[in-house]
């Protein structure tokens, strides 16, 4: 039913939480059923040599990432 991406989980956050998550990611915002004003920031963090990387970047998520790809 849901194809190659998997069932959908939810994910239930709190004040002050942060998600990290990489450009391939599956994601849906839900509604706020609360009272309360939901804000949320976006940061896109890019390579300085971007335009050059970005096709190879779909396949090789760590890419832009040299730093992050040296500790996994």
């Known amino acids: 039913m849901y194809g190659v991406v998997g069932e959908p989980e939810q994910i ?13 990611t599956g994601h849906r915002g ?7 004003l939901r804000r949320m920031v976006y940061f896109r963090v ?3 040599h971007h335009g050059q990387l970005k096709l190879q970047s779909l396949n090789d998520i760590w890419v832009e990432f040299q730093g992050i790809r040296d500790v996994l």
């Open 12 to 24: 239930l956050l709190s004040r002050g939480d942060v998600v990290f998550a990489l450009h391939k």
């Open 46 to 48: 890019s390579h300085v």
């Open 30 to 36: 839900g509604p706020n059923y609360s009272n309360d």
